[in-house]
């Protein structure tokens, strides 16, 4: 049995006094597995935080069901973690408390909680950084934190919404890198939102790619690039490989066709 379905799900926003109804989600059909990295990509407004949020329980589905392990999605549940391009972090706690607060509102035992934080913290590579402050930490260290806060509760599912939209190239390939490790090492299922072809062909072993007004699945693709990375650790050699670069084309003809750029 697949982790999560979607059946037939829509989502309409009513309309407002200023702003007319709105079809956010029409008719999604989508099947997850247990260690799929799914990745959904489509321009601004198709859908990919609407769908993303019935995952997470934020909201509920107009119409259809969203289901984890054959039950509906009802609300939030540790057993989803979240990450946001930004992170809600507390500035005045340190690196240590800001990914200790979950699991202390969990009310888990302080000396488990200390071990696992300290885990969380050495996964992503910042065993040496707890005690420091927030404000005291790059963009990528940030994210980096906010991946620690998701994963200590130990969710089945970890939500990225956009994660690295806000880094700079090179900070975002190695985070990129750090987040495959981490998905390969735990075998949680992500769904990550990105508005990156490159991205979205390098991470993913699902690809789902959406079309808007009304934002429905134009097509599912199933990848091999991240799984040839964790072998051969070279990023570059897939990223210029021409079976890498005709999917990139393809993707991009869906999401801008070129004929619609001339008009
Ligand atoms: N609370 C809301 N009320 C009304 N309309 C909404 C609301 N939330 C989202 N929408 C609309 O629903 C559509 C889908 O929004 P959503 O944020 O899911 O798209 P998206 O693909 O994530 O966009 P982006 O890439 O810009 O983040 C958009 O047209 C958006 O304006």
Redesign the pocket.
């Known amino acids: 049995m697949s982790v999560i379905e979607f059946r037939n799900v829509s989502v309409v926003?009513p309309a407002s006094r200023k702003?007319p109804e709105?079809t956010?989600l029409q008719s999604i059909e989508l099947a997850l597995e247990p260690s799929d990295f799914v990745v959904v990509i489509?321009?601004?407004?198709?859908?990919?935080?609407?769908?993303l949020n019935l995952l997470a329980g934020f909201m509920s589905p107009t119409s259809g069901s969203v289901l984890m392990d054959g039950s509906p999605v009802e609300g939030p549940g540790v057993d989803r973690g979240v990450v946001f391009q930004k992170n809600a972090l507390m500035p005045w706690l340190d690196v240590f408390h800001n990914v200790a607060l979950g699991l202390k509102f969990q009310k888990v035992p302080s000396a488990q909680r200390a071990q696992r934080v300290r885990q969380c913290l050495d996964w992503v590579g910042l065993a040496a950084f707890a005690d420091h402050r927030v404000y005291e930490l790059s963009g990528g260290m940030r994210q980096r934190v906010g991946i620690a806060r998701a994963l200590a509760a130990d969710p089945k599912i970890l939500l990225m919404d956009?994660p690295l939209g806000a880094l700079d190239a090179l900070t975002r390939e190695s985070v990129q890198e750090l987040i495959l490790d981490l998905w390969r090492k735990s075998g949680k299922l992500v769904l990550f939102?990105t508005?990156s072809i490159e991205e979205a062909l390098f991470m993913g072993t699902k690809l789902v790619v959406?079309t808007?007004r009304p934002?429905r699945i134009h097509k599912i693709y199933d990848l091999d690039f991240c799984h040839r990375f964790l072998k051969e650790r070279d990023s570059r050699a897939i990223k210029s490989d021409p079976a890498f670069i005709a999917m990139r084309e393809e993707v991009l003809e869906i999401i801008h066709p070129k004929q619609e750029a001339l008009s």
């Not at 489509?42 to 769908?51: E, F």
């Open positions: 926003f702003t709105v956010a489509g321009r601004s407004g198709c859908g990919k935080t609407t769908l956009e939102i508005h959406m808007p934002g």
